[in-house]
């Protein structure tokens, strides 16, 4: 008995890294997986069949999987992707938005449509998916059917506390966080958990950090062994929460770095200083704030 039997998930960008890592788990927990993936390269340019090659794997172990070649910052293709699941299948039980791409430079040298096209795909890329699977759900629920779906979206440190040279992917993974609270909220009473995974792994994303060493192909050492930087050390995780056992967690952000998991929490009120009912005086508030509020003059510097 596979911990996802008899559902049904799409997996965004599973044609390469993370997201083949996510699809080949799934399939072998039992789920039929639509693997999509525009095919693109690292900068989100062009297109090509890399889904294929997922799906060529999955056949090979005896999953079940179809490709779908969608782009998800298209929000047309995005609802495609989704119906593209009822088609094949007949149902959708489990969206997991993991496409993405990076076109990193300091803010000063980087280029608008160079931050647009990161948005577009990680920001537009999920809401929208989310958005045709939201409708999808809520109708079935409407329609007296009962509802136990999972979202789940990808983020990264990135997002989470910024990084030098990700001003455009830095924005798009925390607007992913968001989205994830957010729809966790909306989508709760329809029966959906909505969570968001923070991966690690050597893929063609670490691949172009200076320094890096280049990725890992799936296939290269047998399903089981263990390597430190293999894209698809979240994929328990990420098949877990995926799972019926997992549907007390909804709105959560987890890390899965190396053999670490981590729950995330973030944005709790740490301090606070009043007034005491009046307005405040900005030429005595400096002291305040640096003495009672920082305790420091330097909060927040890494450097
Ligand atoms: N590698 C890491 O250490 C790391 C860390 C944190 C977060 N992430 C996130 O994990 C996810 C997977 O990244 P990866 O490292 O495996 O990189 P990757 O480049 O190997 O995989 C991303 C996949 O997304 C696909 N894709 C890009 N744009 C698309 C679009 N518009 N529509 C459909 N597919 C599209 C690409 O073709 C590619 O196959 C990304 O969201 C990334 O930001 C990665």
């Given at each position: 008995m596979g911990l996802l039997d008899g559902k049904v998930a799409v997996i965004t960008g599973a044609g390469h890294g993370i997201g083949r890592g996510h699809a080949l788990e799934f399939a072998r927990h039992g789920a039929k997986v639509v693997v999509n993936d525009l095919g693109g390269s690292l900068r989100g340019e062009?297109?090509?069949?890399?889904?294929?090659?997922?799906?060529?794997?999955?056949?090979?172990?005896?999953?079940?999987?179809?490709?779908?070649y969608s782009d998800?910052?298209?929000f047309e293709q995005a609802g495609a992707?989704?119906?593209?699941?009822?088609?094949?299948?007949?149902?959708?039980?489990?969206?997991?938005?993991?496409?993405?791409?990076?076109?990193?430079?300091?803010?000063?040298?980087?280029?608008?449509?160079?931050?647009?096209?990161?948005?577009?795909?990680?920001?537009?890329?999920?809401?929208s998916t989310c958005h045709h699977a939201a409708r999808h759900w809520r109708a079935e629920a409407k329609a007296g059917r009962p509802v136990n779906g999972r979202i789940i979206n990808t983020t990264s440190g990135a997002g989470l506390g910024g990084n030098f040279g990700q001003s455009s992917?830095?924005?798009?993974?925390?607007?992913i966080?968001?989205?994830?609270?957010?729809?966790?909220?909306?989508?709760?009473?329809?029966?959906?958990?909505v969570n968001a995974v923070g991966p690690s792994g050597?893929?063609?994303?670490?691949?172009?950090?200076?320094?890096?060493p280049d990725s890992f192909e799936p296939d290269e050492v047998p399903e089981d062994e263990w390597r430190e930087m293999d894209p698809a050390n979240s994929s328990p995780l990420v098949a877990w929460l995926?799972?019926?056992?997992a549907d007390h967690v909804t709105g959560q952000v987890i890390r899965s770095i190396g053999d670490r998991i981590i729950w995330m929490r973030g944005w709790k009120e740490h301090r606070t200083i009043s007034a005491d009912g009046k307005r405040w005086d900005a030429t005595t508030l400096g002291s305040l704030i640096n003495q009672d509020l920082f305790e420091t003059r330097a909060p927040g510097m890494r450097f």
């Open positions: 062009g297109q090509g069949r890399a889904a294929d090659e997922t799906v060529a794997l999955i056949d090979k172990r005896g999953g079940t999987a179809a490709a779908d998800v910052s298209d992707l989704v119906q593209r699941a009822l088609d094949a299948y007949g149902r959708l039980d489990i969206l997991v938005n993991n496409a993405g791409i990076v076109r990193d430079a300091v803010i000063w040298n980087m280029p608008p449509e160079d931050f647009e096209a990161v948005i577009r795909v990680h920001v537009m890329g999920t809401w992917y830095a924005a798009a993974k925390a607007a966080v968001a989205i994830t609270q957010t729809v966790a909220l909306e989508l709760h009473r329809t029966g959906v958990t050597l893929t063609r994303i670490t691949a172009s950090i200076p320094g890096m995926a799972s019926d056992e």
